[in-house]
């Protein structure tokens, strides 16, 4: 259904017959973390996230899983033995 309360005329899962069902009854606006992300909607009230109602509990344990804006951390460090590199070195 499309959102009544705060992003009007976007598609709004919590919206049902007797308004919205989302805990509060509206989405809460972005946080910090949020800033930078093409997921973000400017409304007449302040700046919402269109994927999710309340970002603040996405961030709470990391990084967001819909944040466009962050690298994923998919990047392996190798920690090498420093007894075992200059063995190596050597050769």
Known sequence: MLCQ???????CFFMGKQGCTFNGGAC????ES???CNKTLTAPQGVYCQSCP?????WK???CNLA????S?????VKLNPLKASKRSRR
Do not use: A, F, R
């Open 5 to 11: 309360t705060i992003k009007q005329g976007t598609e």
């Open 61 to 63: 344990n990391g990084s």
């Open 68 to 71: 466009t804006h962050v690298k």
């Open 34 to 36: 949020c800033q930078g």
């Open 54 to 58: 309340d970002p603040q509990t996405k």
């Open 28 to 31: 809460y606006p972005i946080v």
């Open 73 to 77: 951390g998919s990047e392996k460090v």
